[in-house]
DNA sequence: CATGACAAACCGACCGGTTGGTATTATTCT
DNA sequence: AGAATAATACCAACCGGTCGGTTTGTCATG
């Protein structure tokens, strides 16, 4: 195995650790010997790769925003009408949010170092401003087709992302609670048929 | 001054600085020393009035969610129609959410360390159940009195909490890039109409 | 004078980060 | 080609400092 290689398999896995560490234990409680030892990697190796602890978490924050435009890109291809394609996204939230487990807790520590770290608020507030110009471009495409009737979309694109967040709060602090997949589906088919009547 | 009175000041001055400093800093990062100095309080007196750090956060949550059944009591004797109440409520959000200033980030660190203490999980996962509850009977009286004309109550409500968490996350995530408090209000009129209307 | 309310010194554990050194791979020179 | 050199990847011991919590002692009050 080259160097190369060898330098990048180590470094993702030094991520790989610390993902679910802070997903799992938050992100303060985690030390930095606890990722080594998961990662089977010395604490030199970890140094090498990254000049702080902090900086594994703004990797891992940036990892995910790069994820997000990749899923909004593959949306954007789309050719379906916007209610179709709100419920297409709406009966995959299931699976998605099925899959990816505890992987979502470390939005929460995401969220929570927003505060402190003008980095990570920094990214923080672009991943919501990515998020509410693509609900408000599918907003503005559902009106141009026909198939909405919201009069204000950028407000209808506010409390849209509002529901998407709302629901993913409840859903990672309350898993156990309800079905939150079924009810993200019914939520946002709600919503669409509600955006569709002529009086909003 | 007696001992009993001079003893609850300084409980709740701890408590007041621990407070603030979880919300302006973390729990994690918030270290006993720091609240005791804060407070004007030794340590000794800390380990006094609490068992340990942990502990103020509970009695903080706790303390939370007794003043939410507070607010949930004195709006449970209105007598005006569901929408108003809720225009009300809606207007009153931005004078809330201006006086409270940084308290809110707390819910943050509430939410954040629900996945690591079980006994913070359980109080948070209270305080949805309540929200959820609060939001359903009202929007069943809205029903009951024909104001409103909601298909199903239950997840219209879940759908309301959902509008309501989702705009508290952004705009304590964001709170310089939007006017959240006229934003919240828009939004919740605009929730309220579509929910009048007779399509869903 | 007994007790509750505090004060201050103290403790072991642990944490993020550094350092000096080694092993392996890549590059240069003869 | 092969020796010499440079560079990278990595390791393990270590350090100053901080943390949550304890202990011992003081002192006003009831």
């Not at 702080?52 to 909004?72: I, R």
């Not at 379906?80 to 939005?107: C, F, H, T």
């Not at 694109?157 to 998407?164: C, D, E, T």
């Not at 156990?176 to 002529?198: F, H, I, K, P, V």
Request: charged share 20%.
């Amino acid at each position: 195995m080259t160097q190369e290689e060898r330098s990048q398999e180590t470094r993702s896995s030094i991520l790989a650790a610390a993902e679910h560490s802070f997903a799992e234990r938050g992100y303060d409680v985690t030390s930095v010997d606890s990722i080594c030892r998961a990662a089977c990697v010395s604490k030199g190796a970890f140094y090498h790769h990254f000049p702080s602890k902090g900086a594994v978490f703004v990797a891992l924050l940036n990892e995910w925003l790069n994820d997000l435009d990749a899923q909004f890109a593959t949306m954007r291809t789309s050719t379906a009408s916007v209610p179709q394609e709100v419920a297409a996204m709406a009966s995959s939230v299931d699976g998605i949010y099925r899959l990816a487990g505890a992987k979502w807790n470390i939005l929460l520590e995401f969220w929570a170092k927003s505060k402190v770290d003008p980095a990570v608020a920094q990214s923080t507030i672009e991943m919501i401003h990515r998020y509410q110009g693509f609900f408000r471009e599918l907003l503005e495409r559902g009106r141009r087709e026909g198939s909405l009737h919201v009069a204000d979309t950028d407000l209808a694109a506010v409390v849209f992302l509002s529901v998407v967040l709302g629901l993913l709060l409840q859903g990672t602090l309350d898993p156990e609670g309800r079905d939150w997949g079924t009810l993200a589906q019914r939520a946002l088919s709600m919503l669409m048929a509600m955006m569709a009547g002529r009086n909003t």
